[in-house]
């Protein structure tokens, strides 16, 4: 049994996740897409809420026999994939960027479990500025992030946008 975790904040999940989840979806017999419960953070949206938007938007990608399931977790992410019997992290490198902060999360990953590899996809070239930074931003200031996040994410950034906390 080949089970991954791919770990993130996924505050809001995007066409770059789902891409990187489609690609890792051969390799393994299941992915647990972990989705991090960080309060210090401010997240746009609640753990609760990201965990509904990726099981509403997986339908989305193309799938042969992975079992995905999706979690929350807290603390270290190599304590989560150990208490989750995954013996590899997956992640998605967009542009030369993203390495550095990759290889040194990686290293430190690996020094602290030896057991659990961590292996780098590389996202279409097409979502490689795609960050959800970014799309929360292009949003509230009202410029198009069609095409970049799924529907049904744009539509739940809607909702929480315009209620009042
Ligand atoms: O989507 P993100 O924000 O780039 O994901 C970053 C994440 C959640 C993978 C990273 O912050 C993380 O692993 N946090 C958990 C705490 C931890 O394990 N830190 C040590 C990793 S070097």
Redesign the pocket.
């Known amino acids: 049994m080949r089970r991954a975790i791919f770990?993130?904040?996924?505050d809001p999940p995007t066409n770059g996740h789902l891409d990187i989840i489609e690609r890792s979806l051969p390799l393994f017999d299941e992915i647990i897409i972990a989705i991090?419960n960080n309060p210090d953070k401010h997240p746009l949206f609640t753990v609760e809420e990201r965990c509904d938007m990726i099981r509403e938007i997986l339908p989305l990608v193309k799938n042969g026999k992975c079992e995905i399931r999706v979690d929350s977790f807290s603390?270290?992410?190599?304590d989560f994939a150990k208490k989750s019997n995954a013996t590899a992290i997956v992640r998605g490198i967009r542009a030369v960027s993203d390495y550095e902060y990759e290889l040194r999360?990686a290293l430190?990953?690996r020094r602290l479990d030896p057991e659990v590899e961590t292996g780098f996809l590389m996202a279409d070239e097409e979502y490689s500025y795609v960050s959800s930074t970014l799309m929360k931003q292009v949003f509230m200031l009202g410029g198009r992030v069609a095409g970049l996040i799924p529907e049904l994410v744009e539509k739940r950034m809607r909702e929480k946008l315009s209620t009042p906390e």
């Open positions: 770990p993130g904040s996924f991090l603390g270290l992410t190599v999360m430190m990953n």
